[in-house]
């Protein structure tokens, strides 16, 4: 894919959550990976104004390859992503509302629902709080997500990967759904019944050969 294609995918990525009010007019951000690094969504700009030209190419180091706008602070959380999963190709972070008002109380998702296996493990984690733009953010994100694709971060919102960023997209858009789901639960003083590790395993393994080849 050239540069060009794959900045107008990560625009549309960033468009279609701020549209979703997932990440209002420029939080959040959204990047690719390339043969030399990663394009990343410039930071501060709102995304209804983005063009091609206006995306940040990154090396691993977070040195700029190509781009003269600032890359979005946390260009070293996607870094991270990048380094320790070589399947991840791209990532999208949001404060989706419903998923955001959950890592505010720290807590992560439990496997209340067989959709929690969406996110590749038998929880969606919350990782612990840091600044935004910091490595420390970046080492607690790596530290909770494990082999998923998906976790909260605590007083944040949300962090999606996958194998493109269609797939990290929807997956970050059931995250939202999942934690609606759950605060309802809690909301309403009922105690959900949690799916035990064996279930949740038989669940990932069938999600890994589910739908159209």
């Known amino acids: 894919m050239s540069r060009i294609a794959a900045a107008r995918e990560v625009i549309a990525i960033a468009n279609a959550m701020d549209a979703a009010g997932f990440a209002l007019s420029k939080s959040g951000n959204a990047s690719v990976r390339t043969e030399k690094g990663f394009l990343i969504t410039p930071t501060g700009k709102p995304y209804a104004t983005l063009t091609p030209r206006?995306?940040?190419?990154?090396?691993m180091d977070g040195d700029v390859i190509a781009g003269k706008l600032r890359p979005s602070s946390e260009w070293r959380f996607h870094a991270c992503l990048y380094a320790a999963k070589p399947d991840c190709q791209a990532v999208v972070h949001n404060h989706s509302p419903r998923a955001t008002a959950l890592s505010c109380t720290r807590r992560g998702?439990?496997?209340?629902?067989?959709?929690?296996?969406?996110?590749?493990?038998?929880?969606?984690?919350?990782?612990?709080?840091?600044?935004?733009?910091?490595?420390?953010?970046?080492?607690?994100?790596?530290?909770?997500?494990?082999?998923?694709?998906?976790?909260l971060l605590a007083n944040h919102g949300v962090v999606a990967c996958g194998p493109s960023l269609a797939k990290a997209w929807t997956v970050a858009k059931e995250v939202e759904n999942l934690a609606g789901q759950y605060l309802d639960i809690l909301a309403s003083g009922l105690k959900p019944v949690i799916l035990d590790k064996a279930e949740m395993r038989r669940v990932i393994a069938k999600f890994a050969d589910y739908g159209q080849k």
Request: glycine share 8%; aromatic share 8%; proline share 4%.
């Open 54 to 59: 206006d995306l940040v190419e990154l090396d």
């Open 109 to 151: 998702i439990p496997a209340f629902h067989y959709m929690i296996a969406i996110a590749g493990g038998i929880d969606i984690p919350c990782a612990s709080y840091a600044t935004f733009g910091t490595s420390e953010l970046a080492d607690n994100l790596l530290a909770a997500i494990g082999d998923r694709n998906a976790v």
